[in-house]
Antibody
């Protein structure tokens, strides 16, 4: 069965970086896009960007352009999302989600369990 | 950016009730509209994709309709496990956006 397993919770100081992983199993990793979505406490879901797992192409929300980097390691069937220059407003649960095809517009049929990132001094 | 606005923001209903949640896009998004259910502390779960297609494994009491700018999610007969927060999401624009959510509570 399809599974996306994310890395664990992190506590970071302002200005630091964090890298969250998303290990996929149960399907051919390179056949689908991976998206990243975050949710601050009590807030709506916020889409951050996606990666084409086959060729590594990425696209980011303008809000995160330059501060977020999404990568993948096909040999490990794992996608990564790194946020730099963290600030308190980045405190959120970060989710990876798999598109239902390699088309970025396809629906997010599978999600990771989420990784809580807390930014605090 | 395409703004997605859901109404109502919260709703109280009873088991067995028929419930409708609406989602309005700030511009036409054709049928690039998906609905998710989220329970506290859990990841969202896809219910409806492409405005009206039922995701595999989702009970048939859930249905979606609409195109262009106005969409609805209907739950025909509420079950205890349906009390959750519901989000619409558009993927028409390269900047994917979600609605603010509708919290469905037990009356």
């Amino acid at each position: 069965q399809v599974q996306l397993v994310q890395s664990g919770a992190e506590v970071k100081e302002p200005g630091a970086s964090v890298k969250v992983s998303c290990k996929a199993s149960g399907y051919t990793f390179t056949s689908y896009t991976i998206h990243w979505v975050r949710q601050a406490p009590g807030q709506r879901l916020e889409w951050m960007g996606w990666i084409n797992a086959a060729n590594g192409d990425t696209y980011y929300s303008q809000k995160f352009q330059g501060r977020v980097t999404i990568t993948r390691d096909t040999s490990a069937s794992t996608a990564y999302m790194e946020v730099s220059s963290l600030r308190s407003e980045d405190t959120a649960v970060y989710y990876c989600a798999r598109g239902d095809s390699n088309n970025w517009q396809s629906a997010f049929g599978y999600w990771g369990q989420g990784a809580l990132v807390t930014v605090s001094s | 950016d395409i703004q997605m606005t859901q109404s109502p923001s919260s709703l109280s209903a009873s088991v067995g009730d028929r419930v409708t949640i609406t989602c309005r896009a700030s511009q036409s998004i054709s049928s690039y509209l998906n609905w998710f259910q989220q329970k506290p502390g859990k990841a969202p779960n896809l219910l409806i994709y492409a405005a009206s297609s039922l995701q595999s494994g989702v009970p048939s009491r859930f249905s979606g309709s609409g195109s262009g700018t106005d969409f609805t999610l209907t739950i025909s007969s509420l079950q205890p496990e349906d009390f959750a927060t519901y989000y619409c999401q558009q993927s028409y624009s390269t900047l994917i956006t979600f609605g603010q959510g509708t919290r469905l509570e037990i009356k």
